[in-house]
T-cell receptor
Framework: EPEVTQTPSHQVTQMGQEVILRCVPI?????FYWYRQILGQKVEFLVS????????KSEIFDDQFSVERPDGSNFTLKIRSTKLEDSAMYFC??????????????FGSGTRLTVV | AQKITQTQPGMFVQEKEAVTLDCTYD???????LFWYKQPSSGEMIFLIY??????QNATEGRYSLNFQKARKSANLVISASQLGDSAMYFC????????????FGTGTSLTVIP
């Protein structure tokens, strides 16, 4: 079964450093997303991406965050200058269609980011 | 207002018994989908079951069923014949047809299955 692949599974970074989280969405999917889950809390939407641009973003997704689809397969989340409160599990997701709630919406297994 | 409310932070169930995890939702969109995900301690989000707002019948997937009561805006997950491997966090989520693609998640319920 097709899956969304995230790398690395765990990353530790120094406060103030830039970090890039990588995702390979399902190949025929068109919509891509990043979510964040701070330890012990609920999963929160960060951003959605379609047709090489951001289609929607939350208040959490401020200027220190950016997303990119540098080639035909990868989808990345960059955090420019990490803060302690950026420590969280970051989930990538992709879907095949905006219309239709099932629409093959698939989550990756997550990257656990620890900022020290 | 919260889009998804899960009022049970923790639940215990005896092995082989059934358990119901509560979820209520809030939306004015007539077309939406409701989802349940399982998150074991390893952290990944495992899709369990989906219910569309126009579905006439309650969704079922193996030991999982969704008790969908549209008028009450509830979408409770029922796990039958609980197994030790069911111990995990369970998240209810919603996606609305007309207000973007994002999922709205509840705060989760931690389920512990007791042998």
């Amino acid at each position: 079964e097709p899956e969304v692949t995230q790398t690395p599974s765990h990353q530790v970074t120094q406060m103030g450093q830039e970090v890039i989280l990588r995702c390979v969405p399902i190949s025929n999917h068109l919509y891509f997303y990043w979510y964040r889950q701070i330890l012990g809390q609920k999963v929160e939407f960060l951003v959605s991406f379609y047709n090489n641009e951001i289609s929607e973003k939350s208040e959490i997704f401020d200027d220190q965050f950016s997303v990119e689809r540098p080639d035909g397969s990868n989808f990345t989340l960059k955090i420019r200058s990490t803060k302690l409160e950026d420590s969280a599990m970051y989930f990538c997701a992709s879907s095949g269609s905006q219309i239709g709630q099932g629409a093959g919406y698939t989550f990756g297994s997550g990257t656990r980011l620890t900022v020290v | 207002a919260q889009k998804i409310t899960q009022t049970q932070p923790g639940m215990f169930v005896q092995e082989k018994e059934a358990v119901t995890l509560d979820c209520t939702y809030d939306t004015s969109d007539p077309s939406y989908g409701l989802f349940w995900y399982k998150q074991p301690s390893s952290g990944e989000m495992i899709f369990l079951i989906y219910q569309g707002s126009y579905d006439q019948q309650n969704a079922t997937e193996g030991r999982y069923s969704l008790n969908f009561q549209k008028a009450r805006k509830s979408a409770n997950l029922v796990i039958s014949a609980s197994q030790l491997g069911d111990s995990a966090m369970y998240f209810c989520a919603m996606r609305e047809e007309n207000t973007g693609n994002q999922f709205y998640f509840g705060t989760g319920t931690s389920l512990t299955v007791i042998p």
